[in-house]
Nanobody
Framework: QVQLVESGGGSVLTGGSLRLSCAAS????????MSWFRQGSGKEREGVAA????????RYADSVKGRFTISQDNFKNTVYLQMNSLKPEDTAMYYC??????????????????????WGQGTQVTVSS
């Protein structure tokens, strides 16, 4: 069982930065993708950024490209989400997710919530103007 614990959320002003962390249990070897999702008030959960476990390919939602960066520290089993140039619309609960994804038709869908069964408890990010 993969256990995920997020941290690093907080309140910032528009244009500010935050770095989220997701500490994973040793069972991370049973995953091939680790990702960040977010869910704003009254909205559906959406994929933000994803990365192949151990480093490599990344995927980003169009809304965060150029502003957010996903990275990993393999020695610490930790995934990070560096968020720069934050906007009020980035306000949401941010969740870390991990799983062993199966390609469909040769394609991967690491930003789909349905691909994941392991989730953290979330960390709140609030951006005010």
């Amino acid at each position: 069982q993969v256990q995920l614990v997020e941290s690093g959320g907080g309140s910032v002003l528009t244009g500010g930065s935050l770095r989220l962390s997701c500490a994973a249990s040793r069972a991370i070897s049973s995953t091939n993708w680790m990702s960040w999702f977010r869910q704003g008030s009254g909205k559906e959960r959406e994929g933000v950024a994803a990365m192949v476990t151990g480093g490599g390919a990344t995927r980003y939602a169009d809304s965060v490209k150029g502003r957010f960066t996903i990275s990993q520290d393999n020695f610490k089993n930790t995934v990070y989400l560096q968020m720069n140039s934050l906007k009020p619309e980035d306000t949401a609960m941010y969740y870390c997710a991990a799983d062993w994804l199966i390609s469909r038709g040769g394609r991967w869908y690491p930003l789909d919530t349905s691909e994941y069964s392991h989730w953290g408890q979330g960390t709140q990010v609030t951006v005010s103007s």
